[in-house]
């Protein structure tokens, strides 16, 4: 098992940004391919990036990208989404999301997830 805890949500103006993280404890963190996905008021589940497990291969959805970056720190267990020039429409849940397959855009293939944390961007 594999248990994934993020933090740094919060409230910001559009323009504004933010950084999340996702710490991951139970197994070797660096087994895992991870991701970050978003949850928009009222919409599904949405793919937003994706790291491989070494971090040298990146993925991202149109809409975020040259915005948020994802990156981990496997020392420490952590996945980050810095998310730069934020606009009213990432207002979402973000959840991080680990898989020990290749990476993928599909939720539903991630074996593990987070409890999620609000992010709320203000026009």
């Known amino acids: 098992q594999v248990q994934l805890v993020e933090s740094g949500g919060g409230l910001v103006q559009a323009g504004g940004s933010l950084r999340l993280s996702c710490a991951a404890s139970g197994r070797t963190f660096s087994d895992y391919n991870m991701a970050w996905f978003r949850r928009p008021p009222g919409k599904e589940r949405e793919f937003v990036a994706a790291?491989?497990?070494?971090?040298?291969?990146?993925l991202y959805a149109d809409s975020v990208k040259g915005r948020f970056t994802i990156s981990r720190d496997n020392a420490n267990n952590t996945v980050y989404l810095q998310m730069n020039s934020l606009k009213p429409g990432d207002t979402a849940a973000y959840y991080c999301?680990?898989?020990?397959?290749?990476?993928?855009?599909?939720?539903?293939?991630?074996?593990?997830w987070g409890q999620g944390t609000q992010v709320t961007v203000s026009s």
């Open positions: 790291i491989s497990r070494s971090g040298g291969y990146t």
């Open positions: 999301a680990g898989r020990s397959g290749p990476i993928t855009t599909t939720p539903g293939l991630y074996d593990y």
